[in-house]
């Protein structure tokens, strides 16, 4: 992410398959904070039914990058949490 492209709000910037894991990428959080990546298998699950997969940290400059080995659903919807 470039100065230009800054965001009120994290956001995931790509993902793609790599060694067996789906792997996400992104910035515009806070440096150094908490963020949680949270999996449903349906979209309008309320976000309270949603399933806490990996808690990580933003670097410091409020970037990240994470691979959820887990990922065995064919249909799977992802979204970060920021506490």
């Not at 230009?4 to 789906?22: I, N, P």
């Not at 699950?45 to 409020?62: C, E, I, K, V």
């Not at 919807?77 to 506490?83: M, N």
């Amino acid at each position: 992410m470039t100065d230009d492209a800054k965001l009120d709000f994290a956001a995931v910037a790509g993902r793609w398959l790599a060694g067996g894991g789906l792997v996400f990428k992104g910035g515009a959080g806070v440096a150094n904070a908490n963020f949680y990546l949270l999996g449903s298998t349906n979209l309008a699950t309320p976000l309270a039914g949603w399933t806490r997969l990996l808690t990580n940290q933003f670097d410091g400059n409020g970037n990240f990058s994470l691979t959820n080995y887990a990922a065995t659903n064919p249909q799977s919807f992802y979204r970060l949490q920021v506490p």
